[in-house]
């Protein structure tokens, strides 16, 4: 046991269902004697066959040198499925099962005798399948068996983990802020006095990843974090530190379209801040959250619209709009044409290659409170801005000064007006009312996301 290497060497494959169970004829519990062998050729290993997949067990994988219990360490990390038999009380049995669980493997868990065989904290995550040597048993739970496998891969597959060597040695500090760039930021610990880098993949797992690290984190910030050594000597300051990437989960749970009831528990300028899951918020824009007069605490029906996991965040519509208000908002409400502002940049779309993109979306200096965010289509940049935008080397938080050159009724949103801009160093005049001046439709995007 003492000589196997439990670290992740192969891939999932959902063709293959393996199977932990008694070997050779074995008593459950003082009873008669049951032939486990001819139970996995005949009953478990039809089953799957039947179902057009493959079934493994321990015994019948090649290509180990050291024994069963490697080839079962082997054939759960390959299995889409794995399967527990409790029967008999087997102590490989139980290792295996906790391997499966170890690697967030799917489980189906059987019993001749459920109270008696299947632990109580396995019987509150999995409902096992309880079955009989005696009558119509066996053909009854090869039925059940089929019937949870195919269950099973119809649900997401889960985040599996990949196991690896412990890190070298970790101290949880606050650190300050030395240097910060666009991509990582050094910092120096308070007590340990540890100098080291740490960069977007460090941040917390239930913080959003910032596009421009300098902006989260200036120089004089303090941090809380680990300063850890990674296996070549060299020092990284994470956040991450006996984090569970929630991430993946999210993702399968919470497709875009899924709708969902969560607490609202935060608002900003940006938006209302809705509980999603593992502790993650998703946001709602701001034009929704004031059109809805969402207040801290409330629960709201909202539509997930969207996963960035890159940068670890939800976006989210309400599922439900609210009735408009009556009438239209009143003319001094909103800038004029010719209005010259700085703009402060609340989101940055770059143009992409197959066409669509190349905008900036912000907020108005003399009107922070306006319900759509203002439009700067990349028809109206400087060159220089415009390849800025495209390089990515525009952030959130930016300013820009720019002229108010449309103000007009929105489509989608009756009760509210879009604003559109130019760049102000741009050189060609541009008239409000010409039709070529149209360089996209604003409806609906929110002032932030």
């Given at each position: 046991?003492?000589?196997?290497?439990?670290?992740?060497?192969?891939?999932?494959?959902?063709?293959?269902?393996?199977?932990?169970m008694?070997?050779?004829?074995?008593?459950?519990?003082?009873?008669?004697?049951?032939?486990?062998?001819?139970?996995?050729?005949?009953?478990?290993?039809?089953?799957?066959?039947?179902?057009?997949l493959t079934?493994?067990?321990?015994?019948?994988?090649?290509?180990?040198?050291?024994?069963?219990?490697e080839s079962?360490?082997?054939?759960?990390?390959?299995?889409?499925?794995?399967?527990?038999?409790?029967?008999?009380?087997?102590a490989?049995?139980?290792?295996?099962?906790?391997?499966?669980?170890?690697?967030?493997?799917?489980?189906?868990?059987?019993?001749?005798?459920?109270?008696?065989?299947?632990?109580?904290?396995?019987?509150?995550?999995?409902?096992?399948?309880?079955?009989?040597f005696?009558?119509?048993?066996?053909?009854?739970?090869?039925?059940?068996?089929?019937?949870?496998?195919?269950?099973?891969?119809?649900?997401?597959?889960?985040?599996?983990?990949?196991?690896?060597?412990?890190e070298?040695?970790a101290?949880?500090d606050?650190?300050?802020?030395l240097?910060?760039?666009?991509?990582?930021?050094?910092?120096?610990?308070?007590r340990?006095?540890?100098?080291?880098?740490?960069?977007k993949?460090?941040?917390?797992?239930l913080?959003?990843?910032?596009?421009?690290?300098?902006?989260?984190?200036?120089?004089?910030?303090?941090?809380?974090?680990?300063f850890?050594?990674?296996?070549?000597?060299?020092?990284?300051?994470?956040?991450?530190?006996?984090?569970?990437?929630?991430?993946?989960?999210?993702?399968?749970?919470?497709p875009?379209?899924?709708?969902?009831?969560?607490?609202?528990?935060?608002?900003?300028?940006?938006?209302?801040?809705i509980?999603?899951?593992?502790?993650?918020?998703?946001?709602?824009?701001?034009?929704?959250?004031?059109?809805?007069?969402?207040?801290?605490?409330?629960?709201?029906?909202?539509?997930?619209?969207?996963?960035?996991?890159?940068?670890?965040?939800?976006?989210?519509?309400?599922s439900?709009?609210?009735?408009?208000?009556?009438?239209?908002?009143?003319?001094?409400?909103?800038?004029?044409?010719?209005?010259?502002?700085?703009?402060?940049?609340?989101?940055v779309?770059?143009?992409?290659p197959?066409?669509?993109?190349?905008?900036?979306?912000?907020?108005?200096?003399?009107?922070?409170?306006?319900?759509?965010?203002?439009?700067?289509h990349?028809?109206r940049?400087?060159?220089?801005?415009?390849?800025?935008?495209?390089?990515?080397?525009?952030?959130?938080?930016?300013?820009?000064?720019?002229?108010?050159?449309?103000?007009?009724?929105?489509?989608?949103n009756?009760?509210?007006?879009?604003?559109?801009?130019r760049?102000?160093?741009?050189?060609?005049?541009?008239?409000?009312?010409?039709p070529?001046?149209?360089?996209?439709?604003?409806?609906?995007?929110?002032?932030?996301?």
């Amino acid at each position: 046991m003492d000589k196997i290497k439990i670290e992740r060497t192969d891939r999932p494959d959902d063709n293959i269902v393996f199977f932990a169970m008694p070997y050779g004829r074995k008593s459950a519990a003082g009873g008669p004697e049951r032939d486990y062998d001819d139970l996995y050729d005949n009953a478990y290993a039809a089953a799957v066959r039947d179902l057009d997949l493959t079934p493994c067990r321990a015994d019948s994988i090649f290509g180990t040198s050291q024994g069963v219990l490697e080839s079962a360490w082997r054939g759960i990390q390959q299995a889409g499925v794995v399967v527990i038999d409790f029967s008999t009380r087997s102590a490989d049995v139980a290792l295996e099962f906790g391997w499966a669980m170890c690697l967030h493997k799917r489980m189906i868990v059987l019993a001749q005798d459920i109270e008696r065989d299947v632990p109580t904290d396995v019987t509150g995550l999995l409902r096992p399948i309880q079955y009989s040597f005696d009558g119509t048993g066996i053909p009854r739970m090869m039925q059940d068996l089929k019937a949870h496998i195919r269950q099973a891969l119809a649900e997401p597959v889960g985040t599996e983990m990949t196991l690896k060597p412990l890190e070298g040695h970790a101290e949880q500090d606050r650190a300050e802020v030395l240097i910060a760039d666009r991509d990582h930021v050094i910092v120096k610990g308070a007590r340990t006095g540890r100098i080291a880098e740490m960069h977007k993949q460090d941040v917390d797992y239930l913080r959003d990843v910032p596009l421009d690290m300098a902006k989260r984190y200036p120089v004089g910030r303090e941090v809380s974090g680990t300063f850890v050594t990674e296996a070549d000597g060299r020092p990284r300051f994470s956040q991450r530190v006996n984090q569970r990437n929630p991430w993946p989960d999210l993702q399968n749970s919470y497709p875009k379209g899924n709708v969902f009831v969560g607490r609202v528990v935060d608002i900003k300028p940006a938006g209302a801040y809705i509980a999603v899951a593992h502790g993650v918020n998703g946001l709602l824009p701001g034009a929704q959250t004031r059109a809805a007069d969402l207040q801290l605490g409330m629960e709201v029906e909202a539509v997930v619209t969207g996963v960035d996991a890159d940068r670890q965040r939800i976006h989210l519509a309400l599922s439900r709009q609210p009735a408009p208000a009556a009438g239209r908002p009143a003319a001094d409400t909103y800038p004029r044409h010719g209005d010259r502002q700085t703009g402060t940049v609340t989101r940055v779309v770059p143009e992409q290659p197959g066409g669509g993109g190349g905008y900036i979306l912000m907020t108005l200096q003399d009107w922070p409170n306006l319900p759509l965010a203002a439009f700067l289509h990349c028809s109206r940049m400087t060159p220089e801005l415009r390849t800025r935008m495209n390089s990515r080397l525009l952030a959130e938080g930016d300013t820009l000064p720019v002229e108010v050159i449309q103000v007009h009724p929105s489509r989608k949103n009756p009760p509210f007006h879009e604003v559109k801009v130019r760049d102000l160093a741009e050189v060609p005049d541009v008239v409000a009312d010409d039709p070529a001046a149209d360089d996209g439709d604003l409806d609906g995007v929110p002032a932030a996301t």
